[in-house]
């Protein structure tokens, strides 16, 4: 495992245990403050805290933080031996990108962001080259690299390029053998879909790690090179819009749970054209909730 990614987990468990002193109810302290505790970047507490709000510990709305439960053993992760060689700087980069920590058309410092996501510089630079075809950063003509960010045009060329992608894995999931994995993993779906509408009360904050299983799945059904990696950029960039808008979260859950039944329920009878129009109505509804999502940042 990436040392950087060990001091997360690392960091992310003394958090955890922080939380374990608190009361439900309690707010949180600064970012700053959890970064002294830890003794990590506010990068790197980022990562913890979207976690713990995902996993419904704490919410989180910008300097707002409060202990929703008590932590349990269960939410801890795993601490394993550094032999392991998993890199997760991309992630991490777009964890910065999507949080706005910087604005669009922002000049990148090499030596800066080796610090920040403690790679070797080299590291960062093939990173960097191979981060532009996203369109995310580019080459400044004096030499370096410059943030396009995450702008509002960029938001609606990715869902349209999304749109694209998914209403063709979706007609391939509709024309799936019957022994194709995808049928028990829509099965498991959308049983968990029905048990968090039943419990949307109260568990609607766990709809955005659902609806990344959800795409996965559907997804996984078409094996091309060339759309692969798009889709883990896609998939990231779609879930933390999420957490971006906070305003009728649950209403807009609960809506998008009855979108994904509507595309497992035509799926599951074999009918692709019922398919396809389910999933381009929630594929239009996601768009306009990802630019909205956007305003509320002043994006849009």
Same mark, same amino acid.
């Given at each position: ?11 992310? !468990? ?9 009361? *439900?109810?309690?707010?949180?302290? /600064? ?10 970047? %506010? ?13 419904g510990v704490i919410s989180w709305d910008g300097r707002d933080k %409060? ?13 394993? &031996?550094?032999? /392991? &060689? ?10 910065? *990108?999507?949080?706005?920590? *910087? ?18 510089? +080299? ?17 400044r003509p004096e030499g370096g690299w410059r943030l396009l960010g ?8 990715? =869902?349209?390029?999304? =749109?694209?992608?998914?209403? !063709?894995? *979706? ?13 028990s993993q829509l099965a498991d779906l959308r049983a968990d879909h ?6 949307? &009360? ?21 094996? !091309? %090179? ?14 933390? +819009? ?17 979108? +994904? ?20 109505? +929630? ?8 630019? /909205? =999502? ?7």
């Amino acid at each position: 495992m990436a040392r950087s990614d060990t001091r997360y987990r690392e960091a992310y !468990n003394r958090i955890l245990a922080f939380c374990e002193t608190l009361r *439900v109810g309690d707010d949180m302290p /600064s970012e700053t403050r959890l970064g002294e505790t830890a003794g990590v970047s %506010r990068t790197v507490i980022r990562r913890c805290l979207s976690r713990l709000a995902e996993l419904g510990v704490i919410s989180w709305d910008g300097r707002d933080k %409060r202990l929703l439960r008590v932590p349990t053993p269960g939410d801890r992760i795993a601490v394993p &031996d550094a032999g /392991s &060689d998993t890199s997760d700087l991309e992630q991490r980069f777009l964890d910065w *990108v999507l949080r706005f920590d *910087v604005p669009a058309n922002t000049a990148l410092s090499v030596a800066e962001l080796s610090r920040t996501f403690d790679v070797p510089q +080299h590291e960062l630079k093939e990173f960097l080259a191979g981060l532009s075809r996203f369109g995310l950063v580019t080459r400044r003509p004096e030499g370096g690299w410059r943030l396009l960010g995450f702008t509002k045009s960029f938001a609606i060329e990715l =869902s349209d390029f999304r =749109s694209v992608l998914e209403l !063709n894995a *979706v007609s391939h999931a509709a024309e799936a053998p019957v022994d194709h994995p995808v049928w028990s993993q829509l099965a498991d779906l959308r049983a968990d879909h029905l048990r968090l509408r039943a419990h949307i &009360d109260t568990d609607f904050h766990e709809f955005s790690k659902l609806d990344e299983r959800f795409h996965q799945a559907i997804n996984s059904v078409v094996r !091309n %090179r060339f759309t692969a990696e798009f889709q883990k950029v896609i998939s990231l960039i779609f879930h933390y +819009h999420y957490m971006w808008d906070k305003t009728e979260e649950k209403t807009r859950n609960a809506a998008a749970i009855d979108e +994904h039944l509507a595309i497992i329920e035509a799926l599951e009878a074999r009918d692709a054209e019922a398919a396809r129009a389910a999933a381009q109505e +929630h594929l239009r509804t996601s768009k306009t909730t990802l630019l /909205s =999502s956007l305003r509320h940042h002043d994006l849009g």
